[in-house]
Structure formats: C-alpha cells, structure tokens
C-alpha cells in the first residue's frame, strides 16, 4: 500500500492536515486531491473534530500549486474530470460546517493559493509567498480563483496577481487583504495552534452559523443574505449552547458549550 499524500493529526478537537509531498513542494496531483477531498469529508462527518488547520509539508512550501507534470500529460476529458475534482474539493472547504484555517508555511501558488483562499481564515509565515502564475503557463487559474480572489481582494489585487503573474510576498498579501495574519516563521506554529484552540472551545452552532451566513449569504443579494441571517440567528434560540452562553455571562463564569 503506498503512503497517503496527506497527513492527519488530531489533538483537543483540532484536526491538522498536511499535504504531504515535501520533494514537490505539495503539488496537487489527482491522488493527493482525492486524498484532501476525503480528508475533508471525514472531518466534517466527526463529531470531535472541531476546527481542521491545513498545511504543506517541508520549512519551503505550504502547496506550489496543481503538479505541472501531471497537467502536461492529461487529455482534455482527463482535465475536465481533474478540474471537477479540484472545484469540488474547495467547494467543499469554503462549506465546511466548522472553520478552517490554512497555516500558510511558504510558496502558495496557482492551486496552492487557491486552496489556501478557500479556508476559511489564513495565517501566514513572514517568508510566505502567495500568487496566481498561470498566466506563465499559458493558463488561467481553474480551481476557482479568479473568483475567490476577487471576492477576497476585489478587482485590484485579483487583476494585479493573476494578470502580473508575479508572487507577491506576506507583508504586502496582507496589505491586499489575501490573509488574516502574518507572523513570524518560528511562531507560525504555535499562534495557529492558539487561533484553532480558541475556535475549538466556542460554541459549534454558533461557528457554524457565522460560516453559513458569510459563506452563503455572501453568494446572495443584500436582502436575501439578511434573511438568511436572521434565519441563522432565530435557530440558535433553539440551542442549549444559546442558553448556556448567554447564562453563563450573567452568572459571571466560564460557558461550558455541548454543541448542543
Ligand atoms: N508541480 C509539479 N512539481 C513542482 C511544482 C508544481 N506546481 N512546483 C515545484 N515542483 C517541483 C519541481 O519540479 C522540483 O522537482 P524536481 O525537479 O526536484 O523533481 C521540486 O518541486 C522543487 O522545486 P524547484 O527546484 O523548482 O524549487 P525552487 O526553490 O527552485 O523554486 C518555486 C520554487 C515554487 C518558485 C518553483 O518550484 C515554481 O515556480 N514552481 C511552480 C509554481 C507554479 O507555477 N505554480 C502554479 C502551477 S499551475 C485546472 C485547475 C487548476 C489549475 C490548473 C488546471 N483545471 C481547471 C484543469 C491550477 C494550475 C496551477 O496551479
């Protein structure tokens, strides 16, 4: 049986997952994004699992993008399916019932930085390096990034980074709004980690209220996504979590949430 292409950890409701081909600095062929799909189905399926971090394997690259040897040699139906398959697999993220967070440890580039845009929160290292190079392959991004990027970013950025082609590095990736945090590479580790640690101790329902209305209602009209809200809102009130969070703060104690 060969080794999986990605890594799993559990440690107090955080699931890490590690794309694991450090000597292709975790280049997306078809079977490691096969791997990440199922990885990412079994993770919203566990109940104990409650906030996934992903990351690359190796000090160089958080993922440098779909494997170019791979792509060379696929035919058009093969790169159908292996475009279906790399949509799919973000789709699934950006609807993950429980927060993502990419822990971007180096080069994020063409698919890398397009799964790293579907998380749902990204912390960069401060020797990160973030682009869209398709463009020096004859191609444009495929796996949705046009899209995120300019929802992200807005026009500017999406046009200066898949036009340009060119990486840009943490510093200014945070400037364009591409990701959250930048920190040092000696502490991206542990400030992850405290981030996904904070998550995994607040209230599930309400995490995942926040997903589903940023997430979908973003995709909506202004009317609609207020809807949809207050249709988010209205739920939790059926939540033990809801009582226990808002009892919690008059009684002057820690909330004890049951994802209930
Ligand atoms: N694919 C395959 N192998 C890769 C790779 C990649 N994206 N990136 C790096 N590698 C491999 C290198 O070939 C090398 O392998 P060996 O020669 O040792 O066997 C090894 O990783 C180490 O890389 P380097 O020797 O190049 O390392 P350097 O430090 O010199 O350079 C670099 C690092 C990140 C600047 C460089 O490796 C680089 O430019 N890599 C390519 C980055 C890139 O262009 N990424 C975008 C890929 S295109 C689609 C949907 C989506 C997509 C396509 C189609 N459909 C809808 C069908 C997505 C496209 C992309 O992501």
């Known amino acids: 049986m060969t080794a999986s292409p990605v890594l799993s950890r559990d440690a107090d409701g955080v699931r890490t997952l590690t ?6 600095l975790n280049a997306l062929d078809r079977n490691t994004l096969q791997a990440l799909d199922q990885a990412f189905a079994a993770a919203a399926a566990d109940p104990a699992v409650r906030v996934v971090v992903l990351t690359g394997s190796g000090a160089k690259a958080f993922v440098a ?9 696929l035919t058009a139906i093969e790169a159908r399916e292996f475009s279906l398959l790399g949509q799919g697999l973000m789709r699934r993220i950006e609807r993950m019932p429980k927060p993502v967070i990419a822990m971007v440890n180096g080069y994020a580039l063409g698919g890398g930085l397009e799964l790293a845009m579907a998380c749902h929160l990204r912390i960069a290292a401060d020797s990160a390096r973030l682009g869209q190079p398709e463009v020096n392959l004859g191609l444009v991004p495929g796996f949705g990034g046009t899209q ?18 060119a990486p840009v590095d943490a510093a200014r990736a945070l400037q364009l709004g591409l990701v959250n945090r930048v920190v040092p590479v000696a502490e991206l580790e542990a400030e992850t980690m405290k981030l996904a640690a904070q998550l995994a101790n607040a209230a599930p329902l309400a995490l995942r209220g926040v997903l589903d209305a940023v997430v979908l209602g973003g995709e ?17 009130f059926a939540s033990e979590d809801m009582r226990e969070g808002t009892a919690a703060f008059l009684g002057k104690r820690k909330p004890q949430f049951r994802n209930r």
Do not use: H, S, Y
């Not at 993008?65 to 040699?73: C, L, S, V, W």
């Open 19 to 24: 794309v694991d081909r450090p000597d292709k």
């Open 65 to 73: 993008g779909a494997d170019i040897a791979e792509m060379n040699t």
């Open 148 to 165: 995120r990027l300019l929802r992200l970013a807005g026009r500017a950025a999406a046009l200066e980074l898949c036009l340009g082609g």
């Open 220 to 236: 909506c009209g202004m009317e609609e996504g207020l809807q949809f809200e207050t249709a988010q809102f209205a739920l939790l």
